[in-house]
C-alpha cells in the first residue's frame, strides 16, 4: 500500500486530498498542528496515521522531514494569508509565512526524494497558487518561489514527478482565517476544493509540472502573461484583497 503525506491536512485543499487519497487505497500520513482537528480527519480517512507539528519551528520541521522520508507521494499544502498588506503585518509573521511557505517545502521535498528516486516510483506536489502569476506581496512571492522550485527540481531530479499546484480561489476557510473580505469575487472564479484536487492528481498523473486548476484560471495566467507586469501587479493587489 503507498503511503501519501499531507501536510496542512485538517480543512481545505488538505481535507480534500486527505479523502481522495484514502478512497484511491493511500496510507495515510496527516500533518498539521490542531491535534483535535486531525484526530477527526483521520478518523474520516480511516484512522490516518497522525503528526502533531508546527512547520514553523524547528521541531515541527524535523518531524515533517521523518514521515516525508517514509511517503510515497508528499503534498506540501500547509500555508496561511496574512491579515493585512506589506507593513501592515509584524515582520515575524512575514518570517514565518516564508518559513512555512518556503523553508518547509524545500525540506520535505529534500527529505522525501533519495527515498523515492531509490525505490523508483513517488513523486511531491506542491501546493501554491494563482497569486504565484502576479505580483501580491510576500504571498504571492513565496509561491512563486514554490512553482519556481517545483520546476527547478523536477529538472534535476529525473524518475520522480515533482509538480507545482497553482489554484485560484477555493471555497475553504483560507480566507476567513486571514480575515480577507471575499465577497466582491465573481461566483464562476471560485473553485471546490474536491475538484481541484481531481484535477491536480489527473495532472500529476500526465506529468504536468505546473498544474492550475480551471478553464478560466488557465485562461487569467495566460492573459497576464501578455499584460505589462506592472499593470498586472496593481490589479492583482486590488483584488480580493479588503481585510475585515
Excluded at 480577507?180 to 461566483?187: A, K, L, Q, R
Excluded at 481531481?198 to 509540472?209: E, H, I, N
Amino acid at each position: 500500500m503507498p503511503t501519501a503525506l499531507i501536510t496542512g491536512a485538517t480543512a481545505g485543499i488538505g481535507a480534500a486530498f486527505a479523502r481522495r487519497l484514502a478512497a484511491d487505497g493511500f496510507h495515510l500520513i496527516l500533518l498539521a498542528r490542531d491535534a483535535e482537528r486531525l484526530a477527526r480527519t483521520s478518523e474520516e480517512c480511516g484512522d490516518a496515521e497522525v503528526v502533531v507539528a508546527d512547520l514553523a519551528t524547528d521541531e515541527g520541521l524535523a518531524k515533517g522531514e521523518d514521515a516525508a522520508r517514509r511517503a510515497d507521494l508528499v503534498v506540501n499544502n500547509a500555508g496561511f494569508g496574512h491579515k493585512g498588506r506589506f507593513l501592515e503585518v509584524p515582520l515575524e509573521d512575514e518570517l514565518t509565512m516564508l518559513r512555512v511557505h518556503c523553508e518547509a517545502v524545500l525540506r520535505l521535498t529534500h527529505a522525501a526524494l533519495p527515498g523515492m528516486r531509490e525505490r523508483g516510483r513517488g513523486g511531491v506536489i506542491n501546493v501554491a497558487s494563482v497569486a504565484a502569476f502576479f505580483s501580491r506581496g510576500t504571498y504571492g512571492a513565496s509561491k512563486a518561489w514554490v512553482v519556481g522550485f517545483s520546476q527547478g527540481v523536477a529538472a534535476d531530479v529525473p524518475g520522480v514527478q515533482v509538480m507545482a499546484l497553482c489554484p485560484g480561489f477555493v471555497h475553504t476557510e483560507f480566507h476567513d482565517r486571514a480575515r480577507m473580505n471575499v465577497s466582491g469575487i465573481p461566483e464562476p472564479f471560485w473553485l471546490d476544493a474536491d475538484r481541484v484536487v481531481a484535477d491536480a492528481l489527473r495532472d500529476f498523473r500526465r506529468g504536468v509540472t505546473v498544474s492550475v486548476p480551471g478553464t478560466q484560471y488557465k485562461t487569467l495566467v495566460g492573459l497576464g502573461k501578455l499584460i505589462p507586469r506592472n499593470l498586472a501587479g496593481r490589479l492583482s493587489s486590488r483584488t480580493g484583497r479588503r481585510y475585515d
